[in-house]
């Protein structure tokens, strides 16, 4: 096991915490040494470093994939059953942050949520840090999303409750079902216009980071706008997400 | 996570559900919504021109149990306090009679924000009201 075929960890050089393996000294990769093939005790990266990845959107998700296998492979606990309790003991906290940054690496919004999170902006607190700020200065605050936006969303939510209450009593009302079936229709084209208005933010965000790496400077204000932006499109998604979801119960019960 | 008993009267028995007439100048309308969990609120009030009290107040609520009763106790407290008075009502009050454990937060955010939203729509009222009235005056 002295090469690996792991097609983004060899391509990335080694970040600069790795140290030397702790078992043959030679320079190792976050995981498992690459000359003696050993496990390797954690160290505090994040996701996109686990994977040897920039900070970038647009993913290559069949090598992804690929390397995730070849990783689970190396760092199953089974694996190295036999090794030392220390060994074993790393094998399970590295195969632990393996799926973890796997299962949130692969999924276009968690990808994103992380990025964002990782760029310090705290998607929770939005709405409290607005209402702190409106407090304040005594002024309203300003919603998060666009007014009509929450008017349509209240709207929806009317219809569907109607609709629950007519299933409750036995009713039928097929007006209203073959309504919402087509609110249905245009909620799922918007699913999908904001994924696509996603990927054209993610491209972006990627050739900022791309001229960052080739040396051009980029100010505070351009990050924040591309972070803004994916932001805006996150809480939007929210809504239209909680939509679907009770739209489709609704209509199934 | 087990909901406080205070929390489950309210959505067992919300208070003051349904709504009033939107284009009345005496009411006040805020529609806000929490972008963490996609949880919408509408909250109105009807204010008395003369003293600036809130003489009713109505919500309507899609979300989870802690977004009803944050709202539905906004209701209630609204109700007899002068425009102003109402506007010192902050979150963490709500959070406390609630008793809402931290994930829950956010709905107590809302029903401030529903409060704050319904009188600055009732005031944007009062204002563009007072050329009309002179008009009519005259």
Redesign the interface.
């Known amino acids: 096991m002295t090469n690996s075929s792991l097609t983004t960890i060899t391509a990335k050089p080694v970040p600069e915490e790795t140290q030397s393996c702790w078992s043959c000294g030679t320079m190792r990769a976050v995981h498992f040494c690459q000359a003696c093939g050993k496990v390797q005790p954690p160290s505090p990266v994040d996701y996109f470093t686990f994977f040897g990845l920039p900070r970038k959107l647009n993913l290559d998700l069949a090598a992804l994939e690929k390397d995730f296998y070849e990783l689970s492979r190396k760092l199953h606990p089974d694996l190295n059953a036999r090794a030392g309790s220390r060994e074993q003991e790393w094998s399970l906290q590295q195969s632990s942050l393996l799926n973890d940054a796997h299962r949130t690496l692969k999924d276009p919004i968690k990808r994103t949520q992380y990025l964002l999170q990782l760029e310090g902006v705290e ?2 607190e ?3 840090t607005a ?1 702190e700020q ?2 304040s200065t ?1 002024q ?2 300003k ?3 666009p ?1 009509d936006l ?2 349509e ?2 709207e929806l ?2 219809q569907l ?1 109607e609709l629950r209450m007519h299933k409750k009593m036995g009713e039928d009302d097929p007006a209203l079902i073959e309504e919402i079936g087509r609110q249905k229709l245009a909620l799922d084209g918007k699913q999908e216009s904001l994924l696509r208005e996603l990927e054209y933010d993610w491209k972006m965000w990627d050739g900022m980071i791309q001229r960052e790496h080739n040396g051009q400077p980029v100010s505070e204000e351009e990050r924040k706008q591309e972070r803004d932006k994916m932001v805006d499109l ?3 998604r ?2 239209i ?3 679907v979801r009770d739209v489709d119960e609704a209509l199934e019960n | 996570m087990s909901y406080s008993d205070k929390v489950i009267d309210h959505y067992n028995n919300p208070r003051n559900v349904g709504s009033m007439d939107k284009s009345s100048a005496d009411v006040g309308t805020g ?8 949880d ?1 609120m ?1 909250l109105q009030i009807k204010v008395n021109r003369e003293t600036n009290v809130i003489e009713e107040a109505r919500f ?1 609520t ?1 979300g989870c149990g802690s977004a009803i009763a944050s709202s539905s106790l906004a209701t209630e407290w609204v109700k007899g306090k002068t425009v102003e008075e109402a ?1 010192t009502i ?2 963490m009050d709500i959070v406390k009679e609630l008793s809402l454990p931290p994930v829950k ?2 709905c107590s ?2 029903a ?2 529903a409060i ?2 319904a009188i ?1 729509d009732w005031k944007k009222k009062q204002e563009s009201a007072k050329p009309v009235a002179s008009a009519v005056a005259q």
């Open positions: 998607l929770e939005q709405s409290k209402t409106a407090r005594g309203i605050k919603q998060i999303v007014p929450l008017e969303v209240f939510n009317m409750e996150l809480n939007r929210n809504y997400r909680n939509l | 529609l806000v919504g929490a972008p963490e969990c996609g919408v509408k309507k899609f506007l902050k979150n937060i956010h955010v809302l401030e924000d704050r939203a600055g």
